[in-house]
Protein backbone atom coordinates (compact mmCIF):
# COMPACT_ATOMS: atom_id res chain seq x y z
CA UNK A 1 0.00 0.00 0.00
CA UNK A 2 2.91 2.66 0.37
CA UNK A 3 4.62 1.73 -2.51
CA UNK A 4 0.81 2.74 -4.29
CA UNK A 5 0.71 5.56 -2.39
CA UNK A 6 4.80 6.65 -3.34
CA UNK A 7 3.73 5.78 -7.26
CA UNK A 8 0.49 7.95 -6.83
CA UNK A 9 2.42 10.81 -6.01
CA UNK A 10 5.40 10.48 -8.40
CA UNK A 11 2.92 10.16 -10.94
CA UNK A 12 1.15 13.44 -9.88
CA UNK A 13 4.20 15.82 -9.56
CA UNK A 14 5.22 14.03 -13.16
CA UNK A 15 1.76 15.28 -14.69
CA UNK A 16 1.97 18.89 -12.88
CA UNK A 17 5.17 19.29 -14.09
CA UNK A 18 4.42 17.81 -17.97
CA UNK A 19 1.09 20.41 -17.74
CA UNK A 20 3.58 23.24 -16.59
CA UNK A 21 6.00 23.06 -19.30
CA UNK A 22 3.57 22.46 -21.56
CA UNK A 23 1.83 25.57 -20.18
CA UNK A 24 5.16 27.91 -20.38
CA UNK A 25 5.79 26.53 -24.08
CA UNK A 26 2.70 27.50 -25.62
CA UNK A 27 2.74 31.05 -23.95
CA UNK A 28 6.09 31.94 -25.19
CA UNK A 29 5.06 31.13 -28.82
CA UNK A 30 1.34 33.16 -28.41
CA UNK A 31 0.95 36.80 -29.35
CA UNK A 32 -2.40 36.30 -27.75
CA UNK A 33 -2.47 38.58 -24.31
CA UNK A 34 -5.30 36.64 -22.77
CA UNK A 35 -2.71 33.84 -23.13
CA UNK A 36 -2.16 33.94 -19.84
CA UNK A 37 -5.06 33.76 -18.26
CA UNK A 38 -6.10 31.35 -20.16
CA UNK A 39 -3.36 28.83 -19.38
CA UNK A 40 -4.40 29.82 -15.82
CA UNK A 41 -7.72 28.70 -16.03
CA UNK A 42 -6.82 25.51 -17.49
CA UNK A 43 -4.27 24.96 -14.97
CA UNK A 44 -6.96 25.47 -12.47
CA UNK A 45 -9.07 23.49 -14.00
CA UNK A 46 -7.58 20.48 -14.60
CA UNK A 47 -6.16 20.38 -10.85
CA UNK A 48 -9.32 20.78 -9.60
CA UNK A 49 -10.71 17.86 -11.76
CA UNK A 50 -7.91 15.58 -10.53
CA UNK A 51 -8.35 16.63 -6.95
CA UNK A 52 -12.01 15.30 -7.16
CA UNK A 53 -11.48 12.38 -9.93
CA UNK A 54 -9.49 11.06 -6.67
CA UNK A 55 -13.08 11.62 -4.54
CA UNK A 56 -16.45 10.33 -6.33
CA UNK A 57 -18.21 10.81 -3.20
CA UNK A 58 -17.50 14.57 -2.82
CA UNK A 59 -17.83 14.62 -6.91
CA UNK A 60 -21.11 13.48 -6.64
CA UNK A 61 -21.95 15.83 -3.96
CA UNK A 62 -20.70 18.76 -5.97
CA UNK A 63 -22.72 17.47 -9.49
CA UNK A 64 -25.78 17.16 -7.12
CA UNK A 65 -25.46 20.67 -5.94
CA UNK A 66 -24.77 22.33 -9.16
CA UNK A 67 -27.99 20.48 -10.91
CA UNK A 68 -30.04 22.08 -7.98
CA UNK A 69 -28.82 25.25 -8.17
CA UNK A 70 -31.65 27.98 -9.31
CA UNK A 71 -31.59 29.63 -11.94
CA UNK A 72 -31.01 32.79 -10.35
CA UNK A 73 -27.69 33.12 -8.71
CA UNK A 74 -26.04 30.97 -12.06
CA UNK A 75 -23.50 32.97 -14.17
CA UNK A 76 -24.00 32.67 -18.28
CA UNK A 77 -25.54 29.54 -18.91
CA UNK A 78 -23.27 28.90 -22.18
CA UNK A 79 -20.46 28.48 -19.53
CA UNK A 80 -22.77 27.27 -16.47
CA UNK A 81 -24.28 24.53 -18.36
CA UNK A 82 -20.84 22.92 -19.21
CA UNK A 83 -19.85 22.97 -16.30
CA UNK A 84 -22.64 21.27 -14.60
CA UNK A 85 -22.28 18.54 -17.55
CA UNK A 86 -18.47 18.06 -17.02
CA UNK A 87 -18.84 17.33 -13.44
CA UNK A 88 -21.61 15.16 -13.75
CA UNK A 89 -19.50 13.38 -16.05
CA UNK A 90 -16.26 13.59 -13.97
CA UNK A 91 -18.45 11.68 -10.75
CA UNK A 92 -19.19 8.99 -12.87
CA UNK A 93 -15.89 8.74 -14.41
CA UNK A 94 -14.33 8.89 -10.76
CA UNK A 95 -16.61 6.37 -9.73
CA UNK A 96 -16.04 3.58 -12.27
CA UNK A 97 -11.87 4.49 -11.40
CA UNK A 98 -12.63 3.63 -7.94
CA UNK A 99 -14.94 0.66 -8.01
CA UNK A 100 -13.03 -0.76 -11.22
CA UNK A 101 -9.87 -0.03 -8.73
CA UNK A 102 -11.14 -1.69 -5.46
CA UNK A 103 -13.37 -4.33 -7.46
CA UNK A 104 -16.76 -3.33 -5.75
CA UNK A 105 -20.02 -4.77 -7.38
CA UNK A 106 -22.06 -2.11 -9.31
CA UNK A 107 -25.52 -1.71 -8.18
CA UNK A 108 -28.26 -2.04 -10.68
CA UNK A 109 -31.84 -0.57 -9.02
CA UNK A 110 -35.16 -1.42 -10.38
CA UNK A 111 -35.42 1.98 -10.92
CA UNK A 112 -32.46 2.73 -12.71
CA UNK A 113 -33.40 0.03 -15.09
CA UNK A 114 -36.54 1.41 -15.73
CA UNK A 115 -35.75 4.91 -16.93
CA UNK A 116 -32.88 3.30 -19.52
CA UNK A 117 -36.61 1.54 -20.48
CA UNK A 118 -37.93 4.92 -21.18
CA UNK A 119 -35.58 6.20 -22.86
CA UNK A 120 -34.73 3.65 -25.03
CA UNK A 121 -38.45 3.99 -26.48
CA UNK A 122 -37.95 7.39 -26.32
CA UNK A 123 -35.43 7.22 -28.89
CA UNK A 124 -37.24 5.03 -30.95
CA UNK A 125 -40.42 7.97 -30.79
CA UNK A 126 -37.67 9.85 -32.24
CA UNK A 127 -38.65 8.26 -35.86
CA UNK A 128 -42.14 9.79 -35.71
CA UNK A 129 -41.38 13.12 -33.63
CA UNK A 130 -41.52 16.35 -35.71
CA UNK A 131 -38.68 18.00 -33.41
CA UNK A 132 -35.84 15.90 -33.21
CA UNK A 133 -33.47 18.66 -31.18
CA UNK A 134 -36.55 19.11 -28.85
CA UNK A 135 -36.60 15.05 -28.47
CA UNK A 136 -32.78 15.44 -27.98
CA UNK A 137 -33.37 17.62 -25.14
CA UNK A 138 -35.74 15.45 -22.69
CA UNK A 139 -33.34 12.40 -23.70
CA UNK A 140 -30.60 15.09 -21.76
CA UNK A 141 -33.22 15.96 -18.92
CA UNK A 142 -33.49 12.09 -18.68
CA UNK A 143 -29.75 10.90 -18.83
CA UNK A 144 -28.91 13.25 -16.22
CA UNK A 145 -31.73 11.86 -14.07
CA UNK A 146 -30.74 8.06 -14.49
CA UNK A 147 -26.75 9.22 -13.78
CA UNK A 148 -28.08 11.01 -10.94
CA UNK A 149 -30.24 8.16 -9.31
CA UNK A 150 -27.30 5.49 -10.74
CA UNK A 151 -24.62 7.60 -8.45
CA UNK A 152 -26.59 7.98 -5.67
CA UNK A 153 -27.86 4.18 -5.44
CA UNK A 154 -24.42 3.30 -5.70
CA UNK A 155 -22.82 5.46 -3.34
CA UNK A 156 -25.18 6.22 -0.55
CA UNK A 157 -24.96 3.39 1.01
CA UNK A 158 -23.97 4.32 4.57
CA UNK A 159 -25.02 6.74 7.08
CA UNK A 160 -21.73 8.99 6.89
CA UNK A 161 -22.53 9.11 3.23
CA UNK A 162 -26.27 9.83 3.59
CA UNK A 163 -25.43 12.91 6.02
CA UNK A 164 -23.17 14.49 3.29
CA UNK A 165 -26.02 14.22 0.76
CA UNK A 166 -28.14 16.12 3.45
CA UNK A 167 -25.68 19.02 3.63
CA UNK A 168 -25.88 19.10 0.02
CA UNK A 169 -29.54 19.75 0.05
CA UNK A 170 -29.21 22.09 3.38
CA UNK A 171 -27.02 24.10 2.22
CA UNK A 172 -29.27 24.74 -0.96
CA UNK A 173 -32.22 25.05 1.20
CA UNK A 174 -30.76 27.86 3.03
CA UNK A 175 -29.22 29.60 -0.22
CA UNK A 176 -33.06 29.69 -1.57
CA UNK A 177 -34.54 30.69 1.78
CA UNK A 178 -31.89 33.57 2.08
CA UNK A 179 -32.92 34.09 -1.55
CA UNK A 180 -36.35 34.63 -0.53
CA UNK A 181 -36.38 36.99 2.42
CA UNK A 182 -33.99 39.14 -0.40
CA UNK A 183 -36.68 39.31 -3.11
CA UNK A 184 -39.17 40.30 -0.22
CA UNK A 185 -37.79 42.58 1.71
CA UNK A 186 -35.18 44.55 -1.30
CA UNK A 187 -36.79 43.38 -4.15
CA UNK A 188 -39.59 44.97 -6.31
CA UNK A 189 -42.04 42.62 -4.27
CA UNK A 190 -45.57 44.31 -3.24
CA UNK A 191 -48.15 42.17 -1.40
CA UNK A 192 -50.47 40.96 -4.37
CA UNK A 193 -48.00 40.31 -6.54
CA UNK A 194 -46.46 36.90 -6.96
CA UNK A 195 -43.00 36.37 -4.95
CA UNK A 196 -40.29 35.37 -7.62
CA UNK A 197 -37.34 33.91 -6.03
CA UNK A 198 -34.07 33.55 -7.69
CA UNK A 199 -35.50 33.48 -10.90
CA UNK A 200 -37.27 30.18 -10.14
CA UNK A 201 -41.00 29.35 -11.11
CA UNK A 202 -43.40 30.47 -8.39
CA UNK A 203 -44.85 27.08 -8.76
CA UNK A 204 -41.71 25.45 -8.06
CA UNK A 205 -40.72 27.21 -5.22
CA UNK A 206 -42.63 25.51 -2.45
CA UNK A 207 -42.12 21.91 -4.05
CA UNK A 208 -38.66 22.74 -3.91
CA UNK A 209 -38.07 24.09 0.02
CA UNK A 210 -40.12 20.86 0.63
CA UNK A 211 -37.70 18.39 -1.02
CA UNK A 212 -34.82 20.01 1.02
CA UNK A 213 -36.49 19.89 4.22
CA UNK A 214 -35.55 16.78 4.96
CA UNK A 215 -31.92 17.95 4.72
CA UNK A 216 -32.50 20.48 7.32
CA UNK A 217 -34.39 18.09 9.91
CA UNK A 218 -31.34 15.38 9.33
CA UNK A 219 -29.23 17.06 11.57
CA UNK A 220 -31.62 16.88 14.43
CA UNK A 221 -32.04 13.40 14.65
CA UNK A 222 -27.71 12.87 14.27
CA UNK A 223 -26.96 15.21 16.76
CA UNK A 224 -27.30 15.52 20.74
CA UNK A 225 -27.35 18.22 23.61
CA UNK A 226 -26.81 21.76 22.68
CA UNK A 227 -26.21 21.22 18.91
CA UNK A 228 -29.51 19.07 19.10
CA UNK A 229 -31.22 22.17 19.91
CA UNK A 230 -29.53 24.62 17.95
CA UNK A 231 -30.42 22.20 15.00
CA UNK A 232 -34.60 21.97 15.94
CA UNK A 233 -34.46 25.95 16.19
CA UNK A 234 -32.72 26.31 13.00
CA UNK A 235 -35.22 23.46 11.42
CA UNK A 236 -38.31 25.17 13.09
CA UNK A 237 -36.80 28.62 11.35
CA UNK A 238 -36.52 26.92 7.91
CA UNK A 239 -40.62 25.71 8.65
CA UNK A 240 -41.33 29.03 9.33
CA UNK A 241 -39.83 30.53 6.16
CA UNK A 242 -41.15 28.08 3.94
CA UNK A 243 -44.91 29.13 5.10
CA UNK A 244 -44.23 32.82 4.47
CA UNK A 245 -42.51 31.97 1.06
CA UNK A 246 -44.75 29.35 -0.09
CA UNK A 247 -47.74 31.79 1.02
CA UNK A 248 -46.50 34.90 -1.06
CA UNK A 249 -45.26 32.52 -4.16
CA UNK A 250 -49.26 32.58 -4.28
CA UNK A 251 -49.15 28.44 -5.16
CA UNK A 252 -52.07 26.35 -4.92
CA UNK A 253 -50.43 23.21 -5.66
CA UNK A 254 -47.36 24.56 -3.39
CA UNK A 255 -49.59 25.50 -0.53
CA UNK A 256 -51.54 22.51 -0.50
CA UNK A 257 -48.36 20.29 -0.52
CA UNK A 258 -47.47 22.17 2.68
CA UNK A 259 -50.57 21.33 4.84
CA UNK A 260 -49.87 17.77 3.39
CA UNK A 261 -46.51 17.39 4.72
CA UNK A 262 -47.03 19.70 7.96
CA UNK A 263 -50.11 17.19 9.07
CA UNK A 264 -48.48 14.10 8.12
CA UNK A 265 -45.44 15.10 10.33
CA UNK A 266 -48.47 15.67 13.13
CA UNK A 267 -49.33 12.19 13.11
CA UNK A 268 -45.76 10.66 13.38
CA UNK A 269 -43.55 10.38 16.47
CA UNK A 270 -40.44 11.48 15.46
CA UNK A 271 -41.53 14.65 13.29
CA UNK A 272 -44.27 15.67 15.40
CA UNK A 273 -42.61 18.64 16.70
CA UNK A 274 -42.42 19.88 13.01
CA UNK A 275 -45.80 19.03 12.60
CA UNK A 276 -47.65 20.85 15.72
CA UNK A 277 -45.46 24.14 15.34
CA UNK A 278 -45.97 24.11 11.31
CA UNK A 279 -49.42 23.65 11.89
CA UNK A 280 -49.18 26.67 14.79
CA UNK A 281 -47.31 28.70 12.27
CA UNK A 282 -50.40 28.36 9.42
CA UNK A 283 -53.15 29.29 11.97
CA UNK A 284 -50.63 32.76 12.98
CA UNK A 285 -50.21 33.59 10.07
CA UNK A 286 -54.11 33.40 8.42
CA UNK A 287 -55.04 35.39 12.00
CA UNK A 288 -52.00 37.40 12.07
CA UNK A 289 -51.13 38.08 8.83
CA UNK A 290 -53.79 37.83 6.67
CA UNK A 291 -51.86 40.05 4.28
CA UNK A 292 -49.96 36.25 3.50
CA UNK A 293 -52.51 35.13 2.63
CA UNK A 294 -54.60 37.47 0.67
CA UNK A 295 -53.07 36.45 -2.94
CA UNK A 296 -53.37 33.31 -2.93
CA UNK A 297 -56.86 33.21 -1.43
CA UNK A 298 -57.38 35.25 -4.53
CA UNK A 299 -55.99 32.53 -6.82
CA UNK A 300 -57.97 29.76 -5.54
CA UNK A 301 -61.08 31.78 -6.03
CA UNK A 302 -63.23 31.14 -9.99
CA UNK A 303 -61.61 33.94 -11.42
CA UNK A 304 -58.23 33.37 -11.23
CA UNK A 305 -58.59 29.61 -12.97
CA UNK A 306 -60.10 28.29 -10.62
CA UNK A 307 -58.96 25.51 -8.08
CA UNK A 308 -57.22 23.72 -10.97
CA UNK A 309 -55.52 26.58 -12.17
CA UNK A 310 -57.13 26.01 -15.61
CA UNK A 311 -55.37 22.56 -15.13
CA UNK A 312 -58.64 20.34 -15.86
CA UNK A 313 -58.40 21.76 -19.93
CA UNK A 314 -55.07 20.95 -20.03
CA UNK A 315 -55.58 17.58 -19.00
CA UNK A 316 -58.99 17.17 -21.00
CA UNK A 317 -56.45 18.13 -24.61
CA UNK A 318 -54.26 15.74 -23.03
CA UNK A 319 -56.35 12.90 -23.15
CA UNK A 320 -57.99 14.02 -26.28
CA UNK A 321 -54.13 14.08 -27.91
CA UNK A 322 -53.21 9.97 -26.53
CA UNK A 323 -56.56 8.91 -27.87
CA UNK A 324 -55.35 10.13 -31.12
CA UNK A 325 -52.03 8.53 -30.61
CA UNK A 326 -51.90 5.66 -28.10
CA UNK A 327 -49.42 3.79 -28.89
CA UNK A 328 -46.65 6.40 -30.30
CA UNK A 329 -47.49 9.70 -28.80
CA UNK A 330 -45.99 13.21 -30.58
CA UNK A 331 -42.69 11.76 -30.21
CA UNK A 332 -40.43 12.43 -26.90
CA UNK A 333 -40.40 16.16 -26.30
CA UNK A 334 -43.10 16.70 -28.74
CA UNK A 335 -46.41 16.70 -26.73
CA UNK A 336 -46.02 20.26 -25.55
CA UNK A 337 -45.73 21.62 -29.12
CA UNK A 338 -48.86 19.23 -30.28
CA UNK A 339 -51.13 20.14 -27.40
CA UNK A 340 -52.27 23.77 -28.20
CA UNK A 341 -54.65 22.30 -31.28
CA UNK A 342 -56.36 20.11 -28.67
CA UNK A 343 -56.53 22.68 -26.38
CA UNK A 344 -58.87 24.52 -29.35
CA UNK A 345 -61.28 21.93 -28.65
CA UNK A 346 -62.15 22.12 -25.25
CA UNK A 347 -60.84 25.45 -24.29
CA UNK A 348 -62.01 29.32 -25.05
CA UNK A 349 -59.65 31.01 -23.34
CA UNK A 350 -57.68 33.68 -25.67
CA UNK A 351 -54.72 33.26 -23.87
CA UNK A 352 -54.29 29.50 -24.01
CA UNK A 353 -55.31 29.76 -27.69
CA UNK A 354 -52.38 31.94 -28.64
CA UNK A 355 -49.68 29.81 -26.86
CA UNK A 356 -47.26 27.64 -29.39
CA UNK A 357 -46.63 25.26 -26.81
CA UNK A 358 -48.15 24.14 -23.59
CA UNK A 359 -47.36 21.35 -21.14
CA UNK A 360 -50.21 19.19 -19.76
CA UNK A 361 -48.88 20.19 -15.99
CA UNK A 362 -49.06 16.94 -15.11
CA UNK A 363 -45.88 14.52 -15.46
CA UNK A 364 -48.10 11.11 -16.08
CA UNK A 365 -49.98 13.11 -18.84
CA UNK A 366 -46.35 14.59 -20.15
CA UNK A 367 -44.46 11.16 -20.52
CA UNK A 368 -48.01 9.96 -22.33
CA UNK A 369 -48.40 12.71 -24.59
CA UNK A 370 -44.67 12.30 -25.25
CA UNK A 371 -44.51 8.55 -25.42
CA UNK A 372 -48.18 7.00 -25.78
CA UNK A 373 -49.42 4.59 -24.02
CA UNK A 374 -46.32 2.22 -23.76
CA UNK A 375 -44.47 5.40 -22.63
CA UNK A 376 -46.59 5.76 -19.74
CA UNK A 377 -46.54 2.23 -18.42
CA UNK A 378 -43.13 2.55 -18.47
CA UNK A 379 -43.02 6.09 -16.52
CA UNK A 380 -45.79 5.09 -13.85
CA UNK A 381 -43.77 1.78 -12.68
CA UNK A 382 -40.74 4.36 -12.18
CA UNK A 383 -42.98 5.48 -9.16
CA UNK A 384 -44.33 2.26 -8.03
CA UNK A 385 -40.82 0.87 -8.20
CA UNK A 386 -39.48 3.35 -5.81
CA UNK A 387 -42.58 3.48 -3.15
CA UNK A 388 -42.28 -0.37 -3.20
CA UNK A 389 -38.61 -0.42 -2.71
CA UNK A 390 -39.06 2.13 0.50
CA UNK A 391 -41.73 0.26 1.96
CA UNK A 392 -40.31 -2.88 1.87
CA UNK A 393 -36.89 -1.61 3.06
CA UNK A 394 -38.32 0.06 6.39
CA UNK A 395 -38.24 -2.97 8.53
CA UNK A 396 -34.89 -4.52 7.16
CA UNK A 397 -33.21 -1.54 7.33
CA UNK A 398 -34.75 0.18 10.97
CA UNK A 399 -33.87 -3.43 12.33
CA UNK A 400 -30.24 -3.35 11.72
CA UNK A 401 -29.89 0.60 11.54
CA UNK A 402 -32.33 2.03 14.40
CA UNK A 403 -30.26 5.31 13.53
CA UNK A 404 -32.11 5.15 10.00
CA UNK A 405 -35.83 5.35 11.65
CA UNK A 406 -36.37 9.22 11.48
CA UNK A 407 -35.50 9.25 7.86
CA UNK A 408 -38.71 6.97 6.38
CA UNK A 409 -40.98 9.17 9.27
CA UNK A 410 -39.46 12.25 7.37
CA UNK A 411 -39.41 11.24 3.55
CA UNK A 412 -42.76 9.44 3.58
CA UNK A 413 -44.40 13.15 4.44
CA UNK A 414 -41.85 14.76 2.20
CA UNK A 415 -42.77 12.36 -0.82
CA UNK A 416 -46.20 12.11 -0.18
CA UNK A 417 -46.49 15.60 -0.16
CA UNK A 418 -44.39 16.15 -3.38
CA UNK A 419 -45.67 13.57 -5.31
CA UNK A 420 -49.67 14.81 -4.87
CA UNK A 421 -48.39 18.49 -5.57
CA UNK A 422 -46.50 17.09 -9.00
CA UNK A 423 -49.53 15.83 -10.61
CA UNK A 424 -50.74 19.37 -10.82
CA UNK A 425 -47.49 20.44 -11.64
CA UNK A 426 -45.75 20.77 -15.36
CA UNK A 427 -42.50 20.26 -16.62
CA UNK A 428 -41.51 17.86 -13.46
CA UNK A 429 -40.96 14.46 -15.77
CA UNK A 430 -37.97 14.93 -15.95
CA UNK A 431 -36.04 17.24 -13.53
CA UNK A 432 -33.16 16.76 -11.37
CA UNK A 433 -35.46 17.06 -8.30
CA UNK A 434 -37.74 14.69 -9.49
CA UNK A 435 -35.06 11.86 -9.74
CA UNK A 436 -33.62 13.39 -6.35
CA UNK A 437 -37.25 12.48 -4.73
CA UNK A 438 -36.59 8.73 -5.91
CA UNK A 439 -33.36 8.41 -5.32
CA UNK A 440 -34.00 8.84 -1.73
CA UNK A 441 -37.04 6.89 -1.48
CA UNK A 442 -35.03 4.16 -2.32
CA UNK A 443 -31.56 4.66 -0.78
CA UNK A 444 -32.95 2.64 2.04
CA UNK A 445 -32.76 -0.44 0.02
CA UNK A 446 -29.32 -0.06 -1.06
CA UNK A 447 -27.74 0.41 2.51
CA UNK A 448 -25.24 -2.02 3.18
CA UNK A 449 -24.87 -2.88 6.98
CA UNK A 450 -22.84 -6.28 7.40
CA UNK A 451 -20.28 -5.21 4.50
CA UNK A 452 -19.64 -1.36 5.53
CA UNK A 453 -18.90 0.60 1.80
CA UNK A 454 -15.85 2.70 2.59
CA UNK A 455 -16.33 6.33 0.46
CA UNK A 456 -13.85 8.21 -0.82
CA UNK A 457 -13.55 11.39 0.23
Known sequence: MAHFRDAFRSQSVLLFLVLSAGGVLALLVSNDPRAPWLFSAGLCGIAIGYFLFQRPLTTLYIALFLH?????????????????HLTTALALA???SNTVAHRRPITWNMICVITALYMSWGIVSLLWAPDIVEGRKKLVAYAIGF???????????????????????RLNAWIIVIGGI????????????RLKVLNMNENALGMVLLLMLPGVIWPVFRSEGVKRRLMLTVSIAYVLFTVVLVALSGSRGSTIAVVIVLVTFAFSRPTRPWGMIGVFIVIGAVLGAPFLEGGLSKRFMEGEGGNLGGRAELWDASRLLIYDHPLTGAGIGNGAALLPQYVQEVSNDPYKLGRATYPSHN???????????????IYLCLYASAVIQFVRSRRRACAREKALLPYFHVMFG????????????????????????????????????????SETL
Not at 68 to 84: A, E, W
Not at 152 to 166: E, F, V
Not at 184 to 192: E, H, I, Q, R, V
Not at 423 to 443: N, R, Y
Open 363 to 377: PILEASTDTGLPGMS
Open 182 to 193: YAALLGNFTLGD
Open 94 to 96: SWL
Open 68 to 84: LTPTGIRFDDRIFDPIV
Open 147 to 169: LLIFLITNQIKSLRALDGLMRVL
Open 414 to 453: VALAFLIAAMKSGGLEAQPTLFLLLALLVIPAQFSYRTRV
